[in-house]
């Protein structure tokens, strides 16, 4: 067993345990920790694979990004465990059933030869200036620019869709209308007056 065999094993260890704990943490927080160090690691197995841009990009978008906003989301709020336990037997069926499909697929899919796993030859190493970001920027606005646009189309309706579907008009809520404030003449803006001066006695 080579270094970069131990190496892996020690990731995907860690990264199983805990993808385990945050489906299984009773507490938010530490769900979203567990699952900050998932993303970690796998960032790890990323690297592994060469495949730096991929790795870095998990740790600066999801962990950096993501993970922080839903900490400070979960911090903030005031969310009450035991309402949210509430029908936790009532669904364990509907659950389990679906999890129950979603193995049996995956064993479908991984022991069924097609990705064709043991006949792929081991990755070769790379040359020194071998770049990844740019084999990636290429393959993607070459190859499978179509499919890149399409991806980035949908991501755009989904979330005009997101910000349509929150956006609520509040009637408690005063706004300044722009059409008002447009039409605004520069002698409505300041108004002078004139006061008689006071004498003290």
């Not at 489906?23 to 960032?43: D, E, G, K, Q, W």
């Not at 020194?128 to 991806?151: C, H, M, P, Q, W």
Request: charged share 20%; glycine share 4%; with cysteine.
């Amino acid at each position: 067993m080579t270094f970069q065999d131990i190496v892996f094993y020690f990731f995907a260890i860690i990264l199983i345990l805990s993808a385990l704990g945050v489906i299984t943490s009773r507490n938010p927080v530490y769900s979203a920790l567990l699952l900050v160090l998932s993303f970690v690691t796998c960032a790890g197995l990323w690297l592994l694979l060469e495949a730096e841009f991929l790795a870095i990009t998990l740790v600066l978008v999801y962990v950096g990004a993501v993970m922080v906003l839903f900490l400070f989301v979960v911090m903030m709020l005031d969310i009450n465990l035991d309402r949210l336990r509430e029908g936790f037997w009532k669904w364990f069926p509907f659950g389990a059933l679906i999890a129950i499909v979603l193995v049996a697929e995956m064993a479908m899919v991984l022991m069924g030869g097609n990705f064709g796993l043991d006949q792929m030859p081991a990755p070769s190493p790379q040359a020194a200036d071998y770049s990844n970001t740019k084999e990636l920027g290429r393959l993607i606005y070459t190859e499978y620019v179509y499919a890149f646009e399409l991806a980035a189309v949908i991501l755009l309706v989904a979330m005009v869709a997101a910000i349509a579907l929150t956006l609520r008009k509040r009637m408690d809520k005063r706004s300044p209308d722009p059409s008002k404030q447009v039409a605004v003449k520069s002698e409505d803006r300041l108004r002078i007056v004139k006061m008689a001066s006071e004498r003290k006695e």
